[in-house]
């Protein structure tokens, strides 16, 4: 009964595309692998799907999507004449299948409260290094693409980039589950134009049109999906409910949580401790959605106040109001609204900041400093989209937006 | 900041129908309800992402959908003529939204296994007695209309039927989600053909084309999906867990878990307690998939060699190989196939049977004794629709199909 | 300006498959070829639009669409290690690409009317033929194919079959601009379920529900969309439109339209005149649906009575009642008819023929014997459809269905 | 036989919609009028189709179309609590369903061509009038909202404004058909973000993301599709050919042509004469799309050089090359190219101003002056969508672009 290689080259069902093949049997090894499977439960958009009740798509669905245009792409550019090896087709294929192995759960939110110091990159980098040991060496070209030191740079611009596959499948996926159909990109468009020039994934000049639609697509679900204000507040509570049980738990009263939550709730490991200590990404690896909210739903009835009210919260979705401005809501504002919630709940003034939480919001569609830049090329020349675009200004959409926003659950007296 | 009755008009975005309204601030509040709130933490197709990743979807969302339908089934008999009261419009509209708020997690699949002797359907009507009571009385007439008391008797067969708005969200969200674009149905039109006639639900004559694709979309469903043998395999490895759990934590050895699923577990309450002790129902409304999972995940690691295998297969998806044949395993075969097993995990030949397991699988795609029939109404006269397609043998569409399996993880000297 | 070969790797736009590149610079030239810009005049549906107001696509879309397919099917098989050289690939694609060349406007219609004693196949043969000296023999292969002289067998199945390119895109692409979504079928998920056994197109055993939802598909479509009763009648009275033009301009009365068309009103030419004077294939392949509706809207002034009236009835679309039943109408219902007919429109009784019309339709959605039969493989082993779907009765698809109808326009003191 | 009342509630299929109900006996029988029917014989997008195939689609379609999303618009807007009577609602159907009715045979390339100093505008109002009469009256309503005379002037918004459900329609099915999906545009979501405020139609705030989407939409779809630069060569050559037609018939030589035709190329009548000769508007309402390419196709072997040159071009789709740049051509450039094209076709200089084409191309997405502006609504305050939207600047969108093209068939010795 052992699994013949022609029974590798399996096909996955996926709403967005139809069909998605496995290229080859180190990647379906590699899907199969528990630190893969594990992406099956988590969440793409974490909490989004309290406002879009469709988004409840895993990053496991979204790598294999992510898997599915590397092969599109690199098809596009093997036809229009670009040499690409066999080994480079696998390494690439890899790189962006595992480029988000290193997310925890409700990682956005989570990064610096239940992990310090690290971020999820990190984690993958560690992890890859951890599955080429176990594989013999045969990640190695896929780990220097990753990394950008694979002398081919164009390899790692198609998974690391303004216009690399990532966000071409979570741009699409996200607004199909959701249902914003604003969101819609014409991947497979966008793709056919992609090209390379002096070692450059560069877009034909006839894609300008595809180009700003996907900027403007792409700021869009900034604003509806990523930024949603309700979707912020769920957030936030979570990073409250966090804070609250890391307190109690680090104060020595029990709470009920899965051996590997716990011990992130209790120690608080620091990056270095990652390398140093295997049982950090060991118990790392263990966690998932699962583990955060059985934890949460249980501590509901906890008899901390500040713990169960904000969980019953989350939970049952009776969400704190939020109000955003222009401007910085002033201390008295929220001092006001701290004291009005310590009364209405009967809970310490201190415990109150937990409830009322100010902030801010931005977004940059096209950030032309810290991502690079699109370039569009005509008769070999490259420039970039910003000027190349004389009837449509790009600039526009990298105007960075800053917003700030208060939120808080009803009370008397305040807003 | 109190909500106005007009703000409890929201849309919800669904990736299947685009916009959802709740046309009712009753049907807004019973959304917000933690009752259904909590459909949102159970998959409505269980570990069928397994198979297919797609299927993340909830029951919520399916909730949703089935209203979306229903307010679409009640326009057009309006729009033809039959009369239809605004009290009635949201009691059918409140019998479809609550239609599956009995289901607990991976419910088809853990009936008899975690609750014994009881139903969803009699926990949906015992919720739906209590939640009439929290909203003094209002849900009565959507209760007589789920329990078919009501004297129109088509509302109820809108509610559940052959060709009821449960049936038409669920087959064309599963074949949405699943990416099995074979079982898509054209509920829209559908829709458009139902009539009345003589209090009961009809498909026009001219729709006999797209029932017929209905009946034949729902059965290459349940073959490809519903049935999907990989699917069954993990379903049945699920209720294998559940049972050596509940053995240990019955013999008094201590169990990772959430209270409430710990509670059924040890104490196994039957029909009767459901309505007795209050306490019962209100743990089962704790329940959900994250309780399984997170603890499942945990008794990987557990130090009962059959619970911490099966558990892994499950987690990690290294499922046992499955076979079907026409006829059933012979008790030889079985018996081989434990003995390998129980050698190769050196476990007591008594616990094999948690990896070794046969049974059957069946469907009818059309039941004409169980469930009624279809009509067509051709100048008001009504006919089955299995006589009345004269070109097309309706009836080799529910002959029921039975088939056999037998599963066991890969072993030595067998099959 | 000369164009270069880069220039013929053209993409084009398609609604139902995205987009659809041309593989091959023979190909393009052939694309740019007068006798297949001649398809974009010719309605795939002709008088469907009528019923359908979606189905203005032309044979020129679907023919680019079988092409789209046939890549699509040929990287299959070439992924599954069935050898296809180039010189096959492009053969592959010039045969189906070209399959319709010989078809002229409502050419299902028009056959044995317009034309006599010679099929559209005929003239395929013909304008393929022709084509391969313009093209100095490069069609030799791909003509091969289209006869099925070819010894590798399967190309021309993929021609050319029960479960050809041509089928898989026209009862997709029909039922995308009808909108008629039963007949919807998942090309994509059939074409990568073939293979190749003993030089058959065969589909894999797990492809058998997609066969089965395919053949219902296009029962249904045949049903819905190409046998709709009020199709024919378009059709029938277009055909008592060009019989009583020929009648008419025969007797020496001039008639407005386009020199080619009125070639074949007056000259009625044969099948061996088309290989014996080359102006009849000329004037063949100048006429289109353009040269049959302009020259009908200006008969609708015409002062034959019978001829105008026939030509209003098609242009404004006041077309004459139809009604079905399953025995063939008895003369004297039609005579009857008839005599009304001659009444209330005061035209000699001969002439009501063209008004009142009688015929039947029929149709076989699985024919065994004339078309060949579908091939599950499972272990190399053939099995044909009908036996292999143990729970579908595919024999009950494939009854020859037989309807008997009879249409003529309002009068008074009939039906 | 006679029609009933409720047989005139049909349902048409319709692609990108699935279906639309006529909601009115009254407006199937304007449907049925041959004004109406003659729309089915008119492309949408006119010779769009020789660059994307797709394109087929007619002006009936889109009537339908806009009829349909006005029944949304009104039901939105009813539920809104705006009061609407069923007078008003017929009204607004009649008025968007009749929007085009004035259009002839590629109406944007000919008007000032074929016919001259009377837009399509004119004449819809011209055959409103006649259609009132014929209805007794029934149409004034209609009139008065089309007129924007009715003192509602909202109703009169829905069918011509920025955001009317004509421009809604024909973006959304231009991209569909065209299979540019960047057009795409989310008609559903728009229409129940609208609302009236002050009688005039405003998109409530949160709906400001899809009014940029659509704006975004809007101009990719005139850069990509109604500007493409081969379907101008096309259409410029259109105007060519009628215009070299027009001077061969007026010149004497008899021209092949339908009687209503050759009425617009022998008479040229002006605007006064289409109210003082009713013929000339009934040779108007004979003339479409059928008329045209079919006496196009027969001049391709007319004696005079120019015009069956000019013909064949467009029938075989040689189309002359095309040059565009920001500056105007200058005289001496086309000059040269005059001077070639004169010598390769040896035709009189003068003739060649009919293949050396020069002009200018412009588009506006956003006018502000022209066509009034959008309106956001927030806490009941009206904005321009300009300032209301803070993140983007609309400013941008609506910057006239203006750019020079060239264009002649391939010569030598010139660019």
Same mark, same amino acid.
């Given at each position: 009964m052992t699994r013949s290689e022609t029974n590798k080259r399996k096909l996955f069902n996926d709403p967005v595309y139809g069909f998605i093949s496995v290229p080859d049997p180190l990647i379906f090894d590699l899907i199969e692998h528990p630190y893969f499977q594990r992406l099956r439960r988590i969440k793409q958009l974490g909490l989004t799907h309290l406002v879009y009740p469709g988004a409840m798509h895993s990053r496991f669905q979204h790598s294999m999507g992510a898997l599915f245009l590397m092969g599109h792409a690199l098809r596009t550019l093997s036809e229009k004449g670009i040499p690409i090896t066999e080994e480079e087709k696998t390494a690439a294929?890899?790189?962006i299948l595992l480029h988000d192995i290193g997310h925890g759960p409700y990682s956005h939110t989570l990064e610096n409260i239940l992990i310090n110091g690290i971020s999820h990159e990190d984690i993958t980098n560690n992890i890859l290094d951890l599955l080429n040991k176990e594989f013999d060496g045969k990640l190695s070209l896929a780990i220097q693409i990753y990394r950008n030191s694979y002398h081919r740079n164009f390899f790692h611009q198609l998974v690391s980039s303004q216009l690399d596959m990532d966000? /071409?499948?979570?741009?699409r996926r996200d607004s199909f589950f959701t249902g914003v159909s604003e969101g819609v990109i014409?991947?497979?468009? /966008?793709i056919k134009m992609l090209n390379v020039i002096d070692d450059k994934i560069v877009v034909e000049e006839k894609g300008i049109y595809s180009v700003e639609k996907f900027l403007v697509a792409r700021r869009l679900m900034y604003w509806q999906v990523y930024l949603h204000k309700t979707v912020l507040v769920a957030e936030h509570l979570l990073i409250q409910i966090i804070q609250r049980a890391k307190k109690i738990v680090q104060g020595g009263t029990? /709470?009920?949580?899965s051996p590997s939550f716990l011990f992130f709730l209790k120690n608080q490991p620091e990056k270095k401790d990652f390398y140093s200590k295997?049982?950090?990404l060991n118990h790392f690896t263990e966690i998932d959605d699962?583990?955060?909210?059985?934890?949460? $739903?249980?501590?509901?009835?906890?008899?901390?106040?500040?713990?169960s009210l904000l969980s019953s919260m989350l939970i049952q979705r009776q969400?704190?109001?939020?109000?955003?401005? $222009?401007e910085k809501y002033d201390l008295s504002t929220v001092e006001k609204a701290r004291q009005a919630i310590s009364e209405k709940y009967a809970i310490p003034f !201190? !415990?109150?900041?937990?409830?009322?939480v100010d902030g801010a919001l931005s977004n940059r569609a096209y950030n032309q400093d810290h991502d690079g830049s699109f370039i569009a090329a005509k008769k070999g020349e490259l420039t970039d989209i910003a000027t190349a675009s004389d009837n449509f200004n790009i600039q526009t959409l990298s105007k960075p937006v800053k917003k700030y926003f208060l939120f808080y659950p009803k009370a008397n007296g305040v807003l």
């Open positions: 294929n890899i790189a966000r /071409l499948d979570y741009l014409g991947t497979e468009r /966008l029990p /709470l009920f949580g295997p049982e950090v699962f583990d955060i909210m059985s934890a949460i $739903k249980v501590w509901t009835k906890h008899p901390d106040k500040s713990l969400l704190p109001k939020i109000f955003i401005q $222009k !201190e !415990e109150s900041k937990h409830f009322v």
